[in-house]
């Protein structure tokens, strides 16, 4: 599942619960956090009553920093984003793709890089970290081959589709749905998906 950092605590999203884990380093969120603390009023007390803050810097894109609140047992509402360290409430994967894909070499790469760099943008920024490795990422576990890793491929019109797996709660545990997304070569989607504003819908390309 997607791990999170909740203001100095790591925190793993597992069927609405949360394992935390007291850090031992210093948050690496301090610009991103001192941004959204510092951004107008309110834009910070339209949450949840009482909800905690959750932070999600992606492993390959760590420019951004998305911060949002819990909704209980659905994980968490982005409020919005911090893009090295100047915050912004509201940023789609389209706004994100312009500032952030040409650091990993995406115009020039050829199509097995694009490929891979699609798989990581649709997985950490599209999904926002919550796209299934396998059924054990499930509670309860999925069954064996039930669950396959995000895959990408080129299409003849030399946009990218990317496939895989998110899983939604339920009252019996975590159910897992499919989803598949298209970049065109700029690596943009199209204003008709907004995964990273919305908790469901998550089948939308």
Do not use: C
């Amino acid at each position: 599942m997607a791990k999170f950092r909740y203001w100095g605590m790591s925190v793993l999203l597992s069927l609405g619960q949360a394992d935390l884990a007291v850090a031992s380093e210093r948050p690496p969120y301090g610009d991103a956090l001192a941004a959204y603390l510092g951004s107008a009023v309110a834009a910070n007390d339209d949450g949840p009553a009482g909800a905690p803050l959750y932070l999600y810097r992606p492993d390959s894109f760590h420019r951004v920093t998305f911060i949002g609140h819990a909704v209980p047992d659905a994980g968490p509402l982005w409020r919005g984003v911090a893009i090295d360290g100047i915050w912004q409430t509201v940023a789609s994967p389209d706004d994100l793709a312009p500032l952030l894909l040409p650091d990993t070499g995406w115009d020039a790469a050829d199509a097995l890089t694009r490929e891979a760099i699609a798989l990581r943008w649709v997985e950490e920024i599209v999904m926002g970290g919550e796209v299934l490795r396998s059924g054990g990422d499930m509670v309860p576990p999925a069954p064996d081959g039930a669950i396959h890793p995000a895959a990408a491929r080129t299409l003849d019109d030399g946009s990218i589709e990317v496939s895989g797996w998110v899983s939604h709660l339920s009252v019996t545990g975590e159910i897992a749905d499919p989803f598949t997304v298209r970049l065109r070569p700029d690596g943009t989607i199209g204003s008709d998906f907004s995964r990273m504003t919305e908790v469901s819908d998550t089948t939308k390309a």
